[in-house]
C-alpha cells in the first residue's frame, strides 16, 4: 500500500516516514501544498496523511482541488489547529478524517488503517482469504493459525491483494502501489514476489487471470 505524506516539519516528516514504512506501507514525501498537489493529481495513492499548514499552498486548497478534480483517495488531515472550526473546514473540504497535533503515532497508524479498509469496503482489522490471515494492526501472516515469514516487498504485495479481493490486479498496478515514487521500479519483479507467495501461502489462492493480472479469491 502506498502514501503520500505532506509535512512541512522535516523532523515530524520523517519522524512519520519512518513509522509508516516499518508499518509495511511505501511512502512518497512532500515538503509543500505545490508538490502535494502535484503527487495527488499524477500518482495513485492508497491514502494521503495532509497537514494543513503547509507551505506555498496550504493543505486546504489542496485538498479542495483534488476533490474538484475527482480523486477520491482518502485522506488523514494533520493540523496543530485544534479549534473544531478548523476540523469542520478540513471535513468539509473532503477530508475523510483528521488528527490534531500533537498526537501518538500508533493512532496515526490506526487511523490510516482503518482509511485504507473502509475505501476498500473493509471493517476488520483482520482480512482473511481461506486459510491465510493478514492482521492489518501487526503486519502477522498466518495460514492455518501459523505464522508465515514474508519479506517486505511479498507483504506489501499480498497486502494490496488482500485489501482488493476479487478485483483483477495487473502487474502495473501492483507496482504502482508497492514501490515509493523514487524506488527503481519494475513490473517483472511482481511476479517473483507472487511465486513466492504461492510456495509460502499455497498455490490456489492467488489466481493468475492471463493477460489481465492476479486475482485473489474475496476476503472471508
Request: aromatic content about 6%; proline content about 4%; hydrophobic content about 45%.
Amino acid at each position: 500500500m502506498r502514501i503520500l505524506l505532506a509535512e512541512d516539519d522535516p523532523a515530524l516528516r520523517r519522524q512519520l516516514a519512518e513509522a509508516l514504512a516499518d508499518a509495511g506501507y511505501a511512502v512518497d514525501m512532500a515538503p509543500d501544498g505545490e508538490e502535494a498537489a502535484f503527487l495527488g493529481e499524477s500518482e495513485p495513492y492508497d491514502a494521503v496523511v495532509l497537514d494543513l499548514g503547509l507551505p506555498v499552498r496550504d493543505g486546504l486548497s489542496v485538498l479542495r482541488a483534488w476533490r474538484a478534480a475527482g480523486i477520491t483517495v482518502p485522506v488523514l488531515i494533520l493540523t496543530a489547529r485544534g479549534t473544531w472550526q478548523e476540523k469542520v473546514a478540513g471535513i468539509d473540504a473532503g477530508a475523510d478524517d483528521y488528527l490534531a497535533k500533537p498526537f501518538r503515532m500508533e493512532e496515526l497508524l490506526a487511523r490510516v488503517r482503518a482509511l485504507i479498509r473502509r475505501a476498500g469496503g473493509l471493517a476488520a482489522a483482520e482480512l482473511r482469504c481461506g486459510p491465510v490471515t493478514l492482521d492489518t494492526r501487526t503486519g502477522r501472516v498466518t495460514v492455518d493459525g501459523r505464522p508465515v515469514a514474508l519479506t517486505a516487498h511479498e507483504f506489501k504485495v499480498l497486502s494490496y491483494l488482500m485489501h482488493h479481493p476479487g478485483k483483477v490486479v495487473s502487474r502495473t498496478e501492483l507496482t504502482e502501489h508497492v514501490y515509493a515514487q523514487d524506488f527503481d521500479r519494475d513490473s517483472n519483479t511482481i511476479e517473483v514476489f507472487v511465486g513466492r507467495l504461492r510456495r509460502k501461502l499455497g498455490g490456489d489462492l492467488i489466481r493468475t487471470e492471463r493477460g489481465l493480472g492476479y486475482r485473489l479469491e474475496a476476503v472471508r
